[in-house]
């Protein structure tokens, strides 16, 4: 996740819970549309050329791209209306969906329905394949400028679905004919979102469509072992997603301990830095460099013997262990990642199937780290999807 800035800058991106209790009424209606214009799919190979992304594309439409504004909820169950992108082939059959959840960023202007071309490649990928693809800019991000709720599982969810809602009512709307289908995909943050969607989908959602496959890069699942392993190493160089992770519970769930959990010399200012005007490496600069300099002692030993309770709570409900997955799934994840751990790859993995989902499996990106999941895993995730087509 720290790193995927850098891939962006390469020009490509493979993003981008509702538990059935918002009623499409509610939620997922279309507000806004915006038409940014039509492309060639032949620019996609270049893209993917200049960003070092080996992968074997079958580009047959024109793609009309779209920014859209939608009604979601916030983590206090207000409607409020968010931000995304939906990519449409021209002149297609019926299509399937397919909505790609994007990694973290800081900058509110960092998403697929600002800069299509860089922070939607990987949709405008799947609907040159013939997907009417959408990607969520996620509540905080694009349009919306509320706190970002980074890693909150329940909200992520329903950006999500009901991005796609909207993309369904758009579809209705210009008569452009699906075929019932979804699939979703999603890297680094966008793979912990793409989890928790599956999650609320598979616990019944509505959703007018049948969820086919779902592919997860690089992405966080067991959030307590994750942050085990950072604060057992103080030499840890995620500052800005410890940071991102931190203060947003911190406002989620109304600790109000930021003087406690930081140390003295950042507690003040660490909050204000995301507030989506601060770039990765703005907001790194402001930070230490290292977790050990970043949090307070004596509160990481606390939370490491377990005396902890409502922080360790907290973390414990947005982690993605507790459910079977139904829908195949993959999980893609390089050997060599460090920013999210391999080792929590294997965990969701091993829990998944002592729990008996039908159709999950790890595929390991040997000596791959986290930057370059991605790039190694975009065509294998192309090849899994077409295989899964009608």
Do not use: K
């Not at 992968?55 to 995304?84: K, M, Q």
């Not at 790609?100 to 071309?117: I, K």
Request: charged fraction near 15%; include cysteine.
């Amino acid at each position: 996740m720290r790193r995927v800035g850098l891939l962006l800058c390469a020009v490509v991106l493979l993003a981008a819970c509702d538990d059935g209790s918002h009623s499409a009424a509610r939620t997922g209606r279309l507000v806004h549309t915006e038409h940014l214009g039509d492309i060639s799919p032949q620019i996609l190979p270049v893209l993917l050329d200049a960003a070092g992304v080996p992968a074997r594309l079958e580009l047959r439409y024109r793609i009309g791209i779209y920014r859209i504004r939608y009604t979601t909820v916030d983590p206090d169950d207000n409607v409020v209306e968010v931000s995304g992108a939906i990519f449409i082939p021209l002149n297609a059959p019926p299509a399937p969906v397919a909505s790609t959840q994007h990694g973290t960023q800081s900058l509110r202007e960092n998403v697929a329905s600002v800069a299509p071309l860089i922070y939607g490649a990987d949709a405008l990928l799947l609907a040159a394949e013939g997907f009417v693809a959408c990607s969520p800019d996620y509540l905080g991000l694009g349009s919306s400028t509320a706190p970002h709720p980074y890693l909150h599982a329940d909200t992520s969810a329903a950006t999500v679905l009901d991005g796609i809602r909207a993309a369904i009512q758009f579809c209705r709307e210009r008569a452009i004919a699906l075929d019932g289908d979804l699939f979703l995909a999603g890297y680094s943050q966008g793979g912990y979102v793409t989890l928790a969607a599956q999650r609320a989908i598979e616990a019944g959602a509505p959703l007018d469509l049948t969820l086919s496959a779902v592919a997860s890069l690089s992405g966080a699942y067991d959030l307590v072992g994750i942050v085990d392993t950072m604060l057992r190493n103080p030499a840890d160089e995620d500052v800005v997603l410890a940071s991102y992770f931190v203060t947003a519970y911190n406002r989620l769930y109304g600790w109000d301990r930021l003087d406690e959990i930081f140390s003295p010399r950042y507690a003040g200012h660490v909050a204000s830095l995301f507030d989506g005007t601060r770039s990765f490496a703005a907001i790194q600069a402001a930070l230490p460099p290292t977790v050990g300099e970043l949090f307070n002692p004596a509160f990481v030993a606390r939370y490491l013997r377990r005396e902890e309770p409502a922080v360790l709570a907290a973390i414990a409900d947005n982690a993605l262990l507790d459910w079977t997955p139904q829908t195949p799934l993959r999980l893609y994840h390089g050997s060599a990642d460090t920013t999210v751990p391999y080792a929590n790859a294997v965990t969701a993995l091993q829990t998944y199937q002592q729990r008996g989902a039908p159709d999950v499996a790890l595929v390991t990106l040997e000596g791959v780290d986290h930057v370059g999941g991605i790039s190694a895993a975009i065509g294998p995730t192309l090849e899994w999807f077409r295989s899964l087509r009608r």
